[in-house]
């Protein structure tokens, strides 16, 4: 059954999940990269947006600056992050509406970049948004034999609870906790 909305576009009910999960993943995009922004002012981190592998098609823009382009590959990790310690590696950014996310929201080319990162010995982590509850979990931690998804209560179980501070995930603040604990 499809759905029609104001634009005149209709979706399935697989493409309107899809939608509802591609909004959600750009607003917690825009406030980790406004996370970003202030750390890098103070000097603190810095956390680059790592964009999706494609090629241009031709040179001539399309109606509202567009280029027309095609998919090279699949994408990897959402961001890298440095940290004025020192640290650095990779961020996968997953965010849903609901109170549980899947294992394999990590697709196969994310869980090999991660896990290169971790044997490596930088940091591999997975900032998760449920419910509006941020939370960080070192790859590591994130596959479960036993189970195939991740509730709030397991991603406490096995990460870290993010601070929001005036509406930002601030994710040092865990870094912060984990030194000092």
Not at 31 to 51: M, T
Not at 94 to 109: L, N
Request: charged share 25%; aromatic share 8%.
């Amino acid at each position: 059954m499809r759905k029609f909305y104001s634009t005149g576009k209709s979706y399935t009910t697989k493409g309107l999940a899809g939608l509802k999960s591609k909004r959600a993943g750009q607003d917690a995009e825009t406030l980790l990269e406004a996370q970003g922004d202030i750390y890098a002012s103070q000097n603190r981190a810095r956390i680059w947006k790592r964009h999706e592998p494609y090629r241009r098609l031709g040179g001539s823009k399309l109606k509202g600056g567009a280029f027309r382009a095609v998919y090279t590959g699949r994408a990897g990790c959402d961001y890298q992050i440095m940290l004025s310690d020192g640290r650095g590696g990779l961020l996968e950014l997953k965010s849903r509406s609901g109170a549980r996310i899947r294992i394999d929201a990590i697709d196969d080319v994310q869980r090999q970049e991660l896990s290169q990162a971790s044997e490596w010995g930088h940091l591999a982590l997975i900032v998760v948004r449920l419910s509006g509850e941020w939370f960080l979990v070192s790859y590591e931690n994130w596959e479960h034999a036993h189970r195939k998804s991740h509730t709030i209560k397991q991603l406490l179980e096995i990460g870290h609870r993010i601070p929001v501070v005036g509406g930002l995930p601030d994710i040092l603040r865990v870094f912060e906790g984990i030194i000092e604990g």
